[in-house]
């Protein structure tokens, strides 16, 4: 029997989520709380200057991807396909997130070591995140939704899986570019992409090189990145197998386990993808087993830092022996991140309203 989202939302407001409409959903990010606690930001609250208080983590395709990432801490055992069921007004969705994120908040109010001013502050977000869950790309009305954001005087970052590049161009074309825009790079080979995807797209890798061409082409026209998360060997098989892990276990024929994406064969694959793209920034970060991904993949996959950096810096001979500019630009240990680029740590900051 086919699913629908009313089946599954009552799933995903244990889980802490806030559903909202026909497809979208708002989720209050840990560093979120971290921050409206005075206890730090993100890494990119560090490096980028976004605030993290004040970001706004939501989908407007909550449920909705092409691929089944082995990888993936969200719930795509439930993943309701490609195409969504009704199409919201992309107003009423930012509205709705707004109210719903604000009620998602209110525990932390009251709390002594949040300063009621900067809470009235977080209330509006400053950042929309299209990072939550499901793939942003799918949802028809994206243009309007981003010129929207930009209209309330905030910023966007849009996280995509490459799986449609016309709606890049799209965006481009309706001069709706995000503030920054991430490609997910897990894969860098035809071979490697089809089986750590499990794609209900047959032109899977098609398409995603097609949108590598794509971030190409938006050279100067928004910020690009190209972020990879990487996974080290391990065989860990201390699976629980409750209901959703089986459904895991079956949709990857059993082969999550013994995956990887950050052998040294696979260095010049990913180089000559980043050089294709041309990117500003390279993000190199390490794979967390947290949520869904835990059952399928374990726990002894996650890389540490120390293992990131070292990959990331292979790759970084690499491109420099096609460009002397590329450098190692930042990293952060925490979040077990490294960031690669031509440009200059001034560079990074964006500029806000
Ligand atoms: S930018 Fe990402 S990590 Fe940082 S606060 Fe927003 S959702 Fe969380």
């Not at 560093?31 to 989908?59: D, H, R, V």
């Not at 707004?98 to 009621?116: E, H, I, P, S």
């Not at 190692?328 to 680029?341: I, P, Y």
């Amino acid at each position: 029997m086919k699913r629908n989202f009313d089946d599954i939302k009552s799933d995903l407001e244990n889980k802490k989520y806030a559903v909202v409409g026909n497809s979208s959903g708002v989720q209050i990010c840990n560093w979120t709380k971290k921050a409206l606690k005075e206890e730090g930001g993100c890494w990119k609250q560090k490096f980028y200057g976004i605030k993290s208080a004040g970001c706004c983590q939501f989908s407007p395709s909550l449920m909705w991807c092409e691929h089944k990432c082995v990888h993936c801490w969200r719930p795509i055992e439930l993943s309701l396909g490609n195409k969504l069921d009704k199409v919201d007004d992309p107003i009423e969705i930012l509205d709705k997130i707004v109210l719903a994120r604000k009620k998602l908040m209110m525990g932390f109010k009251g709390l002594d070591k949040v300063n009621k001013k900067k809470f009235q502050q977080a209330c509006e977000p400053s950042l929309y995140s299209f990072s939550l869950s499901g793939e942003p790309t799918i949802y028809p009305r994206l243009d309007e939704m981003l010129r929207e954001i930009r209209k309330r005087k905030a910023i966007s970052f849009l996280v995509t899986n490459g799986q449609n590049p016309e709606m890049i161009r799209k965006l481009d074309g309706a001069s709706s570019l995000p503030t920054q825009l991430t490609l997910s790079t897990n894969a860098p080979n035809k071979e490697l992409y089809v089986k750590w995807h499990n794609s209900c797209n047959k032109d899977a890798w098609e398409r995603f090189t097609e949108t590598i061409g794509v971030v190409g082409d938006l050279k100067g026209k928004c910020r690009r990145c190209i972020r990879l998360t990487l996974v080290k060997p391990g065989k860990d098989s201390r699976f629980k197998l409750t209901e959703p892990n089986k459904l895991a276990q079956s949709q990857t024929q059993g082969f999550a386990k013994d995956i990887t994406n950050m052998t040294e064969e696979l260095v010049g694959d990913y180089t000559n993808l980043i050089l294709k793209a041309d990117p500003d920034f390279v993000h190199v970060k390490g794979f967390t087993s947290i949520g869904y991904a835990r059952n399928r993949m374990g726990t002894d996959k996650m890389p540490w830092f120390i293992e990131v950096r070292k990959y990331a810096k292979k790759i970084l001979t690499q491109l420099n022996k096609s460009d002397k500019n590329w450098k190692l630009l930042a990293s952060d240990k925490k979040s077990c991140v490294v960031v690669l680029s031509k440009l200059e740590k001034k560079d990074m900051k964006i500029r806000t309203f």
